[in-house]
T-cell receptor, first 111, second 113 residues
Framework: GEDVEQSLFLSVREGDSSVINCTYT??????LYWYKQEPGAGLQLLTY?????DMKQDQRLTVLLNKKDKHLSLRIADTQTGDSAIYFC???????????FGSGTQLTVLP | DTGVSQDPRHKITKRGQNVTFRCDPI?????LYWYRQTLGQGPEFLTY????????KSRLLSDRFSAERPKGSFSTLEIQRTEQGDSAMYLC???????????FGSGTQLSVL
């Protein structure tokens, strides 16, 4: 079945860039997503990219997609302490557009 | 746009009891999803409605679980004869015309003692 994998932890210093990586296996994925989850909260949609694109930029966020390698990354520029959270990569396919999520990357921003 | 609303936020129950959760999607969103998230994991898809029709169910949704969306607006998820393994965060999401954007609620945290 479909699988989405992410590294579990990332620490960066405030003001640096963060890069969170994700790989997926489903070649029929239509959209790929990044969600943010803070403790005790639901998931906040940060950004998403259609599978025929290779890059999308939205303010401090840049998504890169390498469809050949099935690799997705999220770059956060000028990372702030408020960016500390768990970041989930997800892919969707099929008519229902249900999402398959990775296990999440815990981003810690150090002052 | 008030966002996806879920009730209750927390539920503690004893093993064997039945529980019911409610989800109010974003107004006019025709698609509604239920997911389950256990500690340290990403959410897993449970089931999906388009309007009032339940169109897809995951194998995770055992026969103790039932979901309804009777008028195509709010939805309920019922778990009968709860087991300790049912302890998890139950998340609801909805999407509208832009079907690719799923918006999640804050979830219901279920603890089965």
């Amino acid at each position: 079945g479909e699988d989405v994998e992410q590294s579990l932890f990332l620490s960066v210093r405030e003001g640096d860039s963060s890069v969170i990586n994700c790989t997926y296996t489903d070649s029929s994925s239509t959209y790929l997503y990044w969600y943010k989850q803070e403790p005790g909260a639901g998931l906040q949609l940060l950004t998403y990219i259609f599978s025929n694109m290779d890059m999308k930029q939205d303010q401090r966020l840049t998504v890169l997609l390498n469809k050949k390698d099935k690799h997705l990354s999220l770059r956060i520029a000028d990372t702030q302490t408020g960016d500390s959270a768990i970041y989930f990569c997800a892919e969707s396919s099929g008519s229902a557009r249900q999402l398959t999520f990775g296990s999440g990357t815990q981003l810690t921003v150090l002052p | 746009d008030t966002g996806v609303s879920q009730d209750p936020r927390h539920k503690i129950t004893k093993r064997g009891q039945n529980v019911t959760f409610r989800c109010d999607p974003i107004s006019e969103h025709n698609r509604l999803y239920w997911y389950r998230q256990t500690l340290g994991q990403g959410p897993e898809f449970l089931t999906y409605f388009q309007n009032e029709a339940q169109l897809e169910k995951s194998r995770l949704l055992s026969d103790r679980f039932s979901a309804e969306r009777p008028k195509g607006s709010f939805s309920t998820l019922e778990i009968q004869r709860t087991e300790q393994g049912d302890s998890a965060m139950y998340l609801c999401a909805s999407s509208g015309r832009d079907n690719e954007k799923l918006f999640f609620g804050s979830g219901t945290q279920l603890s089965v003692l």
